[in-house]
């Protein structure tokens, strides 16, 4: 099993403010990706990498962005949050020749 | 478009029974179908995955069913127990060119009634 960790958990935040949601893995892995999920719906893929200095975008569009500077490390940075980006996001890590995704707890995100 | 469609959205089984939940997909290029189990604020949790080589695949309670012809899939869970209910997802991966994020369907809430 994968650890994989995502912080702040829970994060309520204004309109407008410049947030970062850190996720960091400790398993070397080099694919790491971003869903975004809301309440009981299922997860869209924002966001991926293949390894440092790569990242993609996924099938839902999302003003956010990543960043890709170390391996264990793939944060997700809003520049101005808005109540449309309220959701949950989580964070995801595959093995090099395996596809079991390994998932955080996410982080419930609140833009007021 | 919906490439991987769940059904049920919701489903109430009593302890002890089956729960069965079906996804049914529209792209022949996927190539590997999870199931994930997720708990109210947690993240998704692997449960159990098949290939599209393979028609069945059993882990404990576990089993999925896999018909290529049909583009179907599904989770049998026996022998229903509480601690079973939680939200359950299946995806699919592959399609997306040099991508292989999951595509997942929309979820089934399942309560197992003690």
């Known amino acids: 099993e994968a650890d994989i960790y995502q912080t702040p958990r829970y994060l309520v935040i204004g309109t407008g403010k410049k947030i970062t949601l850190e996720c960091s893995q400790t398993?070397?892995?080099?694919?790491m990706y971003w869903y975004q999920q809301d309440p009981g719906m299922e997860l869209h893929l924002i966001h991926y990498?293949?390894?440092?200095?790569?990242?993609e975008k996924g099938d839902l569009s999302s003003e956010s962005t990543v960043s890709r500077i170390r391996t264990e490390h793939f944060p997700l940075t809003l520049e101005s949050a808005r109540p449309s980006h309220t959701s949950q996001y989580l964070c995801?890590?595959?093995?090099?020749?395996?596809?079991?995704?390994?998932f955080g707890p996410g982080t419930r995100l609140t833009v007021l | 478009q919906q490439q991987v469609k769940q059904s049920p959205q919701s489903l109430i089984v009593q302890k002890g029974g089956i729960s069965i939940i079906n996804c049914a997909y529209e792209?022949?290029?996927?190539?590997?179908f999870p199931w994930y189990q997720q708990f109210p604020g947690k993240g998704p949790a692997l449960l159990i995955a098949?290939?599209?080589?393979?028609s069945e695949k059993k882990e404990g309670r576990f089993t999925i069913s896999f018909n290529k012809s049909a583009k179907q899939f599904s989770l049998h869970i026996m022998d229903s127990q509480p601690g079973d209910s939680a939200t359950y997802f299946c995806?699919?991966?592959?399609?997306?060119?040099?991508?292989?994020?999951?595509?997942f369907g929309k979820g089934t809430h399942l309560i197992i009634q003690p």
């Open positions: 995801a890590s595959i093995a090099a020749g395996t596809d079991t995704q390994y």
């Open positions: 398993m070397g892995h080099d694919k």
């Open positions: 990498s293949y390894g440092v200095n790569s990242t």
């Open positions: 792209n022949t290029a996927f190539d590997y």
């Open positions: 098949i290939r599209p080589d393979v």
């Open positions: 995806a699919a991966k592959g399609g997306r060119g040099g991508a292989d994020g999951l595509t």
